[in-house]
């Protein structure tokens, strides 16, 4: 599993993870569902702080990303020189999604 897809699975999943001050992973979310998740987590460990770090001058740009479901999650991307992805780019990045709004 790459990092980018065990950060977005686990947030489908409910459980966010995030680069705390001290430069460690921080995972938020239903207890049960943390669980789930930690040995991935810890066995990914230095892959997803990557991942998870901005480089000065680097924002991100929300996304609201919409299943047939209708289950909905919001996803964040990092926007390099301030080129934002087009809306198929993130569609391919989340399989079975149906919709993708920038927010």
Do not use: F
């Not at 770090?53 to 609201?64: H, Q």
């Amino acid at each position: 599993m790459t990092p980018a897809t065990i950060i977005r699975e686990a947030q489908a999943d409910g459980v966010s993870l995030t680069l705390s001050p001290a430069g460690t992973i921080k995972a938020t979310g239903d207890g049960a569902a943390v669980s789930r998740w930690l040995a991935v987590i810890r066995e990914h460990k230095a892959a997803i702080v990557e991942a998870l770090k901005v480089s000065p001058g680097d924002t991100a740009r929300g996304w609201l990303v919409r299943y047939p479901d209708g289950s909905i999650i919001e996803t964040y991307i990092i926007l390099s020189n301030g080129t934002c992805p087009a809306r198929a780019e993130v569609l391919r990045d989340y399989p079975g999604a149906i919709e993708a709004t920038a927010q």
